[in-house]
């Protein structure tokens, strides 16, 4: 079956510090994996994927497809960085499988 | 451009009835999802249309429906409410294939009573 986890529903972490938002995804094939912001009071939004291997924000995903992988990171956290994150899922067939998303929450 | 609309934006219904949800997509846009919102399930994709045409669709029973009109304009229909409906229902538009960059809309919160 496929699936997109993020195993933490919550995460805090002090500005200047570093990110990692965790995303496993279950699925056979070579799926696209993306990742979704939401910021507070706005929609939302796509923040990366990895076929466009670029940098957003600060923020880089790698896909590990050992590990089944695609975690967020960012070397330095800010406040705007508080929001709603989502992993998501295409395994080809223009559907789009979500993770029940981490809530990012930087503390000063 | 105009970003995705929905309408309404707050809806609220008793059990047993039901109800439609409208999305208008991006100019130009002709893909058009849908998605359920709920705090315990997250996203849980529903359908997606493209030239009036659903292609996907998700585990949702079929008191669910949708269709999606010559303008891209898109219509999620629930009937025989229950209060598990309850949600924040988001609809999303992409160019071509639902795979691309899908822009969202603000939603629509379907409260059942």
């Known amino acids: 079956a496929q699936r997109v986890t993020q195993p933490e529903k919550l995460l805090s972490v002090f500005k200047g510090a570093p990110v990692e938002l965790k995303c496993n995804y279950s699925?056979?094939?070579?799926?696209?994996l993306f990742w979704y912001v939401q910021y507070s009071r706005q929609r939302l939004q796509l923040l990366l994927r990895h076929i466009s291997r670029e940098s957003i924000k600060g923020f880089t995903a790698d896909l590990n497809k050992g590990e089944t992988s695609f975690h967020l990171k960012k070397p330095f956290a800010q406040e705007e960085d508080s929001a709603m994150y989502y992993c998501a899922l295409s395994p080809g067939d223009d559907k789009i499988i979500f993770g029940k998303g981490t809530r990012l929450h930087i503390l000063p | 451009k105009a970003g995705v609309t929905q309408t309404p934006r707050y809806l609220i219904k008793t059990r047993g009835q039901q109800v439609t949800l409208s999305c208008s997509p991006i100019?130009?846009?002709?893909?058009v999802s849908w998605y359920q919102q709920t705090p315990g399930q997250g996203l849980q994709f529903l359908f997606e249309y493209f030239s009036e045409t659903q292609r996907n669709k998700g585990n949702f029973p079929g008191r669910f429906s949708g269709r999606q009109f010559s303008n891209s304009r898109s219509e999620m229909n629930v009937s025989t409410l229950e209060l598990g409906d309850s949600a924040l229902y988001l609809c999303?538009?992409?160019?071509?294939?639902?795979?691309?960059?899908?822009?969202f809309g603000p939603g629509t919160r379907l409260t059942v009573l």
């Open positions: 100019s130009g846009h002709r893909s």
């Open positions: 999303a538009s992409s160019l071509s294939a639902s795979v691309n960059e899908q822009f």
């Open positions: 699925y056979s094939g070579s799926p696209e």
